[in-house]
């Protein structure tokens, strides 16, 4: 059975590729996500999207845990929402009925890149290593 190539393009979404099922002609291929069909294709490829991101927002403050009074995310303020895991898989379909199917592949998406400013001045130019001239 072949594979799936899964490509995450870090905005919710994952393009999908498979190989050919071997002794095969599919009419389409059924994509599922966690058991649910989601789409349904007539090539090898294809993209999900909408699914659950980290996200990070700055403006709750995190619940204390166990012994600490500093919540356990950082920056001290802001909590962290963790991405959802999705497992995938594909099946070939001949004349309406599904005949095979990829084994899953089980992945979570990561997230965006969240830029923090960190207030430092550079006292020499980078590297510091003697003069600027050389």
Same mark, same amino acid.
């Given at each position: 059975?072949? %594979? ?5 393009? +870090? $905005? ?6 498979? *190989?050919? &099922? ?8 059924? /994509? ?12 090898? @490829?294809?993209?999900?999207? *909408? ?7 700055? @403006?709750?403050?995190?619940? @204390?845990? *166990? $012994?600490? +009074? ?13 991405? $959802?895991?999705?497992?995938?898989? /594909? ?5 309406? #009925?599904? /005949? ?13 890149? #969240? ?6 001045? %550079?006292? &020499? ?10």
């Amino acid at each position: 059975m072949p %594979r799936i190539d899964i490509y995450d393009n +870090l $905005n919710g979404s994952f393009a999908l590729e498979w *190989g050919t &099922f071997p002794g095969i002609t599919p009419a389409s291929y059924n /994509v599922y996500q966690n058991g649910v069909e989601v789409q349904s294709v007539t090539i090898r @490829s294809a993209t999900v999207s *909408g699914l659950t991101q980290t996200t990070y927002s700055n @403006s709750t403050i995190a619940a @204390s845990s *166990g $012994n600490s +009074l500093r919540p356990q995310n950082m920056p001290p303020v802001g909590t962290v929402t963790p991405a $959802n895991t999705y497992a995938f898989y /594909v099946t070939a379909v001949v004349g309406g #009925i599904e /005949v095979a199917r990829t084994p899953a592949v089980t992945v979570t998406p990561n997230p965006f890149s #969240i830029m923090l400013t960190t207030p430092m001045k %550079r006292p &020499f130019p980078y590297p510091n290593t003697g003069s600027p001239d050389g």
